[in-house]
Structures are given as C-alpha cells and as structure tokens.
C-alpha cells in the first residue's frame, strides 16, 4: 500500500489518482499508524516552505517521516514535499529541513538568467545524472529516456547537492530536478501532472 501523507499541504488526491492509472491502492492519511503501515510513503507539498515546516512538526510527522527513513522505508518527497527533505530552506528567512538530504534549498533568481520568469512553469527535459560520476541512472527512472519532459512548478531548488542529485533541469542554468540518498527520493518536479513519463515514475518507485 502507497501511503500519501496528509498534513494540510499538498496535491494529494491528483496523485492518489495517479497511483489508481498505474494499478496501485494509494491512500491518504494523517494518522501516523497508517502512514506507518504503509509500503512506500509519498510526502507532497505546494507553497511555503516554513508553513509546510511548521505544519508537519506540529503534527508530529516530521518525526514519523524521519524513523521510516531510518528503517529504509521507501519514500518520496514531490515539488515542496522534495524541498523539505532538504537540510534547510532560505526561502523568506532560513528554515530548517528534514535533514534527509544534505544541501540547501535557494532561491532559482541567484543562477538564472534575469530575463527569465520566475517560477519556472512548463514542460522541461529530465538530465540524468549520476552522482558517483559514473553513468548509473536512478531506478526510479527505469521506465524512462534522458531526455523525457515532465512538469514543474517552482521558484526554489535544492542546492548543493552534488551527492544526491539523480536528474537536472536546465533553465537558463542547472537546476536539481530530483534527488536520492538510500530509500529516500525527491522530485522538484509534479509525476502526477507529467503524462505517462510521471507515471512511469511513479510506476518505478512503487517497485522498489
């Protein structure tokens, strides 16, 4: 069972159907015993960082999120839900993260282009990247061609993250466009609005 974590922030029920196109039970939840008896865990988001921050530690998930992490629970952070994984955020201020990927989230407008809009909407082709510097692809993009668009949303992206970063985007310079370390996952970008690439996605995570 997909487990999609509910905390008051997030696309939930556009992945939920997402997750029934590709043949797989996802439900949403706030209950920790749910969350915890879940398979994989999705944790989505949309919007602040800090008010999806302080959402997820007043209901204590925060915590649920990080032991199912340690126990190599597979899990996978989308759009904000990939941002909060990170060790803190300088979006409005400084905040801190989940810790579960080591870098720092910053603002798209320190890299690109001036004459580019912020936030980055549309249709971007997924780089593969390996971080060992070799030509491994992350299994979670089985299904898929280097090259394959999906669809972002976003004005932040995860920074330094050399370590981690499975895919790039370009736009106007390399962004992180999805993150790994261990059982834990993160795309800057939406599966859920990304075609029969995101579902190919989703499809591959479910199989880890």
């Known amino acids: 069972m997909i487990v999609i974590i509910d905390y008051g922030v997030g696309n939930l029920f556009s992945l939920q159907s997402s997750f029934a196109a590709i043949g797989k039970e996802a439900v949403v939840s706030s209950d920790p015993e749910i969350i915890k008896s879940g398979d ?5 988001g ?6 999806a921050a302080r959402k997820l530690r007043e209901s204590g998930l925060d915590i649920v999120v990080k032991e199912l992490a340690a126990a ?41 282009p ?20 070799g030509s491994s692809i992350s299994p979670i993009f089985k ?14 992206y995860g920074a330094d993250c ?12 390399f962004l992180t466009a999805a993150v790994a370390d261990g059982n834990v996952f993160g795309c800057q970008f939406h599966p859920e609005k990304s075609g029969e690439v995101g579902l190919n996605i989703l499809k591959a995570f479910c199989e880890i």
């Open 72 to 112: 190599g629970k597979p899990i996978m952070g989308i759009c904000l839900g990939m941002q909060l994984l990170f060790e803190k955020s300088l979006e409005y201020g400084e905040h801190e993260g989940l810790g579960l990927i080591k870098g720092t989230v910053r603002p798209i407008s320190e890299v690109i």
């Open 114 to 133: 001036s004459d580019l809009k912020i936030p980055q909407i549309g249709w971007n082709a997924l780089l593969f990247r390996d971080p060992e510097g």
């Open 162 to 173: 050399r370590n981690s970063c499975i895919a790039e985007c370009e736009y106007g310079a």
């Open 143 to 156: 299904y898929i061609e280097n090259g394959d668009h999906v669809y972002f949303v976003h004005s932040y």
């Open 46 to 51: 949309v919007g602040a960082f800090s008010d």
């Open 40 to 44: 994989h865990i999705i944790l989505p």
